[in-house]
């Protein structure tokens, strides 16, 4: 089973609005990411955890904010996003080490809409 | 800096004839490099990867991909496309040990 669960599949939120996306595997998988996809575009890291660790930031603004409660589940917190934030969310996960060979596996997306 | 290029931006097919789907790679030591597939409004997914060994890799769904050194390519291809491969397609390269770096995809259109 490689199943990385992804929700909500979609969300609408206002620019003031608090907002949650949730990801979850059950891979055993030790390294968790979020990804940004704009349309017809190629996704864009976010964030990488590593053993519920964050281990890449990508000089990410501070309304995103994640969370990695253990290691089955990854958050990303939403706080007074922008409209130009509205995009694909992946979150994706992967064994952790053996030098970058790991296969990283996606969930299907929130598909998020900032008014 | 690790990079990769897919230089077009689409590829038209007939349906039953073989495809190709180009990538070329920029990178300092051995490169790990990955192709991924995504339908519309879909995750990615996983279709194969090159870490060392045979040139030739298989992977899902027929598709196979030819890593090529000396022209620093590694492109997609498939004896005989189906209407169903019509998708975005991805080639990756690993950049540090968790982070993959996405060519700009190609959009793969097969007709019947």
């Known amino acids: 089973d490689t199943e990385v669960t992804q929700t909500p599949k979609h969300l609408v939120m206002g620019m003031t609005n608090k907002k949650s996306l949730k990801c979850e595997q059950h891979?055993?998988?030790?390294?968790m990411y979020w990804y940004k996809q704009k349309a017809k575009k190629p996704p864009e890291l976010m964030f990488v955890y590593s053993y519920e660790k964050l281990s890449i930031n990508e000089s990410v603004p501070s309304r995103f904010s994640p969370e990695c409660p253990n290691s089955s589940l990854l958050n990303l917190h939403l706080h007074a996003l922008q409209p130009e934030d509205s995009a694909l969310y992946l979150c994706?996960?992967?064994?952790?080490?053996?030098?970058?060979?790991?296969?990283?596996?996606f969930g299907a997306g929130t598909r998020l809409s900032v008014l | 800096a690790q990079s990769v290029a897919q230089p077009e931006d689409q590829v038209n097919v007939a349906e039953g004839n073989p495809l190709t789907v180009k990538c070329t790679y920029s990178v300092s030591g051995n490169p790990y490099l990955f192709w991924y597939v995504q339908y519309p409004n879909r995750g990615l997914q996983f279709l194969l990867k090159?870490?060392?060994?045979?040139?030739l890799v298989k992977g899902s769904y027929g598709f196979e991909a030819e890593f090529n050194k000396s022209q620093t390519s590694f492109h997609l291809k498939k004896p005989s496309a189906l209407v169903s491969d019509s998708a975005l397609y991805f080639c990756a390269v690993r950049f540090l040990y968790d982070k993959l770096i996405f060519g700009t995809g190609t959009r793969l259109q097969v007709f019947p």
């Open positions: 994706a996960s992967s064994q952790s080490g053996q030098g970058g060979k790991n296969i990283q596996y």
């Open positions: 891979m055993g998988h030790r390294a």
């Open positions: 090159y870490i060392t060994g045979d040139n």
